[in-house]
């Protein structure tokens, strides 16, 4: 990510690589090699420090989502609080050129890193949203439920209600199947840490799920709703 990261900035700003040459070329002196780009990540971490604080250097943005699963990755040979300390050092540096704008879920590692930083917890201020979302959610499946029809074999199918305008009252399933759809709802609101985007693409898989029509239960659609990836997002901005 580190390389990626000043790839990235120098690509887009010409000026700034005024900078990370000379670095090189004084790293490249020193060691005799030019193979360090591929192996000392913390000589990255320096340039990109430098790049940072250096006048030639326009003021930039970096924009990094979905940090939360860098986090969670194993195949980079920067450690995860090396970044983040790296970020961090960004971020309170005076001076430097770079802002920074990371989103991810609320991990533990980030919140305790970027603790001083100006940031934006969205899964702590939207419930109310949330809960309306998901309830809007729930109720259109309930109404879909019951328009169904016998294919052959005996299964069941179902029609393309779920986009239908939604009724007033919404007809009221078995109590198991009413069950089946609390647990989901709980699942959603449980899972989804305020993000409003993630439970919209749960519910467009459900959609997606009754329009093919095809036999299924309330308890297959809970089990393939529950095998998705959960996200959430914070921002934190400096």
């Known amino acids: 990510m580190l390389r990626t990261i000043l790839r990235s900035i120098l690509e887009r700003n010409p000026q700034a690589f005024k900078s990370f040459k000379n670095l090189y070329r004084a790293r490249v002196q020193t060691e005799h090699h030019v193979s360090w780009i591929d192996e000392d990540c913390h000589v990255l971490a320096e340039a990109l420090r430098a790049i940072a604080v250096n006048d030639t250097t326009p003021r930039t943005i970096l924009i990094l989502d979905g940090l939360d699963e860098f986090l969670e990755s194993k195949s980079d040979p920067y450690t995860v609080q090396e970044f ?11 001076n430097s050129h770079i802002w920074l704008i990371a989103c991810s879920r609320p991990v533990p590692e980030f919140r305790s890193e970027f603790m001083e930083c100006f940031h934006i917890s969205i899964h702590e201020n939207n419930c109310e949203d949330v809960s309306i979302f998901i309830e809007n959610g729930i109720s259109k499946l309930r109404a879909a439920w019951p328009q169904r029809e016998k294919k052959r074999g005996g299964k069941s199918r179902h029609l393309n209600a779920f986009a239908q305008p939604l009724p ?27 993000s409003i985007i993630w439970i919209k693409l749960v519910l467009s898989e459900v959609e997606l799920l009754i329009r093919r029509k095809e036999g299924f239960t309330l308890e297959h659609l809970r089990e393939k709703v529950q095998s998705l990836r959960e996200i959430s997002i914070t921002f934190i901005v400096r």
């Open 84 to 94: 983040l300390e790296l970020l961090s050092s960004l971020a309170y540096t005076k």
């Open 168 to 194: 007033i009252q919404p007809e009221r399933l078995s109590s198991q199947e009413e069950l089946e759809l609390e647990t989901l709802r709980q699942y959603l609101t449980s899972r989804s840490s305020g």
